[in-house]
């Protein structure tokens, strides 16, 4: 079964600097790959998806997400964490073939942006 | 461009006692699935609905169970709830099958059980 690995339930950053959001996929074919964010109280939002069209993916708020097949990781980052950063990320799997549209999804990484 | 909406934002109950969540997709997108979000358990697949089929089931228990109707709205039942049931379950939609089209989620239902 496929699954994803979120290493580090809690970052904590500084605002203005460098987010990074570690995400490793086990899939013996590249999967397709999705970042979340999740506000207090509020169910979740689609930051980026990897669907091999690209390596390197951006996505909404200064997000991106480099695919590295070699490593099997699909690393959340962004240059300068604003506050609002703040809340609670998650990575996900699904299927390439089979399974259908099903998510699987890491334990989360709950990013805190200190002043 | 209306979100997913759920309904009820929350929801208490009794063990024994049945549930029922409703979840309405966006406009145009025919598949509909459910997660619950456990404390310490994280976010698990429950169920996928496309044109009214179920098409996948997490592995869950029986008296979980659900259904879409023609508009693609859909709901989930839960019968003889227990307390370990108590966690916040999400809907989410998307257009189908094809191409993994991303999820859209609503803010969940939150369940809880006393």
């Known amino acids: 079964a496929q699954s994803v690995t979120q290493l580090g339930s809690h970052v904590s950053v500084s605002e203005g600097a460098l987010v990074l959001l570690r995400c490793n996929y086990s899939s013996s074919v590249p999967p397709y790959l999705f970042w979340y964010v999740q506000y207090p109280n509020q169910g979740l939002q689609l930051l980026l998806k990897?669907?091999?069209?690209?390596?390197l993916v951006k996505g909404i708020n200064g997000f991106e997400a480099e695919f590295k097949k070699s490593e099997t990781s699909f690393h959340l980052t962004k240059p300068s964490a604003h506050m609002s950063d703040a809340a609670e990320y998650f990575c996900?799997?699904?299927?390439?073939?089979?399974?259908?549209?099903?998510?699987?999804f890491g334990t989360g990484t709950q990013l805190k942006v200190e002043l | 461009e209306a979100g997913v909406t759920q309904s009820p934002t929350h929801l208490i109950k009794t063990r024994g006692q049945q549930a029922t969540l409703r979840c309405s997709p966006i406009?145009?997108?025919?598949?509909v699935y459910w997660y619950q979000q456990a404390l310490g358990l994280g976010l698990q697949f429950l169920l996928w609905?496309?044109?009214?089929?179920?098409?996948n089931r997490g592995n869950f228990p029986p008296r979980f169970s659900g259904r879409q109707f023609p508009n693609y709205s859909s709901e989930l039942n839960v019968n003889a709830l227990e307390l370990e049931d108590s966690a916040l379950y999400l809907c989410?939609?998307?257009?189908?099958?094809?191409?993994?089209?991303?999820?859209?989620f609503g803010d969940g239902t939150r369940l809880s059980i006393l």
């Open positions: 989410a939609s998307s257009l189908g099958q094809g191409d993994h089209q991303p999820q859209h």
């Open positions: 609905y496309d044109e009214g089929e179920e098409r």
């Open positions: 996900a799997v699904s299927p390439f073939t089979g399974g259908g549209n099903k998510l699987t």
């Open positions: 990897y669907t091999s069209a690209a390596t």
């Open positions: 406009s145009g997108h025919t598949s």
